[in-house]
């Protein structure tokens, strides 16, 4: 099989580098071997307050999985995908082949999709429309559902939006991930503060000191305008976690494909006993692994920035 060229080698590194991460961390970086290509994941990334376990991180790297699969199909390539322990997961490129209609649909929508943290166009999005961004995140042992009991949900949202305001470690952890993107200190890491809102949730995705907490009947109001999807997993392992990142990259460039916007949240997902009372209180069928947020766009939305290329591939004395 013929290994790649470095041209196409930048096609697959631009694409794993636009995915999304936990706080645009980009846990991630790429060893070309041949037909062979390790997404690794970069253990010193580390979120000791927002993501204590590594779970969104192994989120992240899944995510960026099913960029660097497309973009190996885009190439007019056959792969095969193996998560793993010690990387987060092999692509093994396979021969030439075309490249299927739909599967170049989300790889072209790879650079348009940005996190949308504002209202969306108050109009409704069609049944149909709805149901292909969710079965887009379908996988083996991963299932994507619409919510039901939005009144329970506000109220465990609105909890969380407490606690997590008060949580001084954490709102100081938060603020290092969003205050450096900005002048002569950016990086090509963290939250820019453009693209956070002021607002109330479930519009902010991310909770800081200042955002408002809505009052539990308002926010079940706002969460029944917007179009929400749990991504949940039939076990919590970390392979359960790769494919559950992999399966929202899937439904979120799907929806971007069909000109709709969204954002993820994952952060009220890691307070204690959150998960097992949103399992309960909603009827999950499985581990929830993360929210999506739907609609269309009401306002353009910049690109967050992005770690410079050079930066995913290891140095020559191994993975950093
Ligand atoms: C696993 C994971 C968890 C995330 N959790 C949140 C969240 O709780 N709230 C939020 O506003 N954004 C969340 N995001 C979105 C990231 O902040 C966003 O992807 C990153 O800042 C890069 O920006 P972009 O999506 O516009 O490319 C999450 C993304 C991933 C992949």
Not at 187 to 213: F, K, M, N, S
Not at 275 to 287: F, I, K, M
Not at 305 to 315: A, I, N, S, V
Request: hydrophobic share 40%; proline share 9%.
């Amino acid at each position: 099989m013929t290994a790649l060229t470095s041209g196409q080698i930048g096609v697959l590194a631009r694409a794993v580098s636009r995915a999304p991460s936990v706080h645009n961390s980009q846990p991630w970086q790429l060893l070309v071997r041949g037909t062979e290509v390790d997404l690794l994941e970069r253990r010193d990334v580390e979120l000791r307050r927002h993501d204590p376990f590594g779970r969104d991180r192994l989120l992240s790297c899944g995510a960026a999985v099913t960029n660097l699969e497309l973009a190996v199909r885009a190439l007019g390539r056959d792969c095969h995908v193996e998560y793993g322990d010690d990387v987060a997961a092999t692509v093994t490129i396979g021969r030439p082949h075309a490249t299927p209609a739909r599967e170049f649909a989300l790889y072209k929508a790879i650079p348009r999709r940005r996190s949308y943290r504002h209202p969306f166009y108050p109009s409704p999005v069609p049944p149909a429309v709805r149901a292909a961004v969710a079965v887009a995140g379908e996988a083996t042992g991963v299932h994507v559902v619409t919510p039901g009991h939005l009144d329970r949900l506000a109220e465990l949202l609105g909890f969380a939006t407490r606690v997590l305001r008060e949580d001084r470690g954490y709102q100081r952890e938060l603020e290092v991930w969003t205050a450096h993107t900005h002048g002569w200190s950016a990086i090509g890491d963290g939250v820019p503060e453009d693209a956070l809102t002021r607002d109330a949730l479930p519009v902010a995705g991310l909770v800081r000191e200042e955002t408002p907490v809505p009052d539990d009947v308002v926010l079940a109001d706002r969460l029944a305008a917007e179009h929400l999807l749990v991504v949940c997993t039939d076990g919590d392992t970390r392979a359960d976690r790769l494919a559950a990142g992999a399966a929202l990259q899937r439904a979120w460039l799907t929806a971007t494909a069909k000109a709709l916007a969204g954002s993820v949240l994952t952060q009220p997902l890691h307070l204690t006993g959150f998960r097992a009372r949103l399992v309960s209180e909603l009827a999950l069928p499985g581990c929830p692994q993360a929210i999506l947020r739907f609609g269309y766009p009401a306002v353009p939305a910049a690109p967050s920035p992005r770690l410079p290329l050079g930066e995913l591939f290891p140095p020559p004395g191994g993975p950093r």
